[in-house]
């Protein structure tokens, strides 16, 4: 028998707590910081599965590492487990319904991201164990990658020195090798601060940090003429100052996410948004104060590590999704347009196919659509270490990332064959790593190729650290 069909057996005869964990994660829904009760989950998995657990990594209360085996090459399997705000959606319906109005919600999928991840290295464990090779896997149980950049301050702090390979998977909608493309993201806060007056009696008197910011936005908008086309720039109101339109407002905040296609572009980015800032204070006689919140890097590809994974996807085939998935996809894709659907077949380069609501196919390898590309603290970990990604259909064909339709999917049968296929994927493309010496060594070699030309630099300055929020009280 073949390693790999070990492995898949070895998934297989573990699939349902972790599905189950799954699920209870999912019921759970917490943001960037605040995973507490969902790291509290992954860690008893992780004791009830014989792992030896690290807590606090990096500082962090909701980071964990369980690690197994001797000797060997290190194999990271990274899981997430964060969610996001404004996403609350009850389960296995095909129509906007909040559990909670204005709550949070997994509405892209990383209940079942950390729980397939641990699942997978709970399976290489079991291999281990079995065989008596020397080898470490070690699952990285990592929060905050929507927006709070925990994996670049764990790369920062040293938790992946010693790690020879990384491996990871997200929830989507084709199955297929991650093409490896991401944008350096930085998420910088802009704080105005003026002089408040009566805006009728003393308008004359008063500085807005307001106006301020709205000339901010009107400078950055104008800008985007002159930037990469690839690059990309948000903003949302942190603070508008208050609801009195007759009170001149002194305070005002914004937050910006600038992005672009690599760590320098993005830099550059940085400089030429905070001169406009600069220029917005200098113009209403305001100060700015500028503060960087987050930041990641664009991610590097491995291509010995795609080539073996994708042999892994192409021998195990698609998702084994059957007819009553198929039925509540087709619900799902009847709450979309067709230019969703479109959107997701021109964006992997494959010609749309009729009456398909779930990826019932693989991507072939080196296959490229339409560019459209979002960011991910998975990126500094490329940088740091070989790493690989999958992308495993879990949810119907069209449904946009970060939707309330993601979040309706997130417990439903489809959603735990899919993560039950990343896990098997991301085992066996471990399994074959610690098994064989040359792969390895080729990983490392692309790796430090790449490197060597653009050394890393972690994006985060160094004075920055983990937005961590308290543990809340108990009720």
Known sequence: MQNSEIIWELVDAKRQ???????????????????YRSVGEHIAMLKEQGFRITENVAGIPTAVMGEAGEGGPV????????A??????????AEPKPVEAGGHGHGCGHNMLGSAALLAATAVKDWLARTGRPGRVRYFGCPA???????????????????????SW??????????????????MDFQFTGRASHAAAAPHLGRSALDAVELMNVGVNYMREHMPSDARIHYAYLDAGGIAPNVVQASAKVRYAIRARDLAGMLELNERVKKIAEGAALMTETTVSISIMSAVSNMLGNTPLEDAMF??????????????????AA????????????????KTGIAPREDTPLCDFVVPQGTRGVPMIGSTDVADVSWKV???QARVATHAIGTPGHSWQITAQGKAPAAHKGMVHAAKIMAATAVDVISDETLLARAKKDHQERVTRTPYVCPIPAEVKPPIKPRPQAA
């Open 170 to 187: 997200h929830p989507a909608t084709m199955t297929k090798v991650d093409d490896a493309l991401s944008l350096a993201n930085t998420r």
């Open 386 to 388: 070989p790493t690989i």
């Open 311 to 328: 042999k892994n996807i192409d021998r195990l085939g698609p998702v084994p999704f059957d007819a009553a998935d198929k039925a509540y």
């Open 75 to 82: 194999i990271a399997i990274l899981g997430e487990y964060d």
């Open 145 to 167: 990658e929507e927006g709070g950049a925990a994996k670049a301050f764990m790369v920062r702090a040293g938790a992946f020195d010693d790690v020879d390979v990384a491996i």
């Open 84 to 93: 996001l705000p404004g996403l609350s959606q009850e389960a296995g319906i």
């Open 331 to 346: 619900k799902i894709q009847a709450t979309l347009g067709p230019a969703d659907i479109l959107n997701d077949y021109r």
């Open 17 to 35: 707590p972790f599905e189950a964990l799954s699920d209870r994660v999912w019921g759970m829904p917490e943001i960037a910081y605040t995973e």
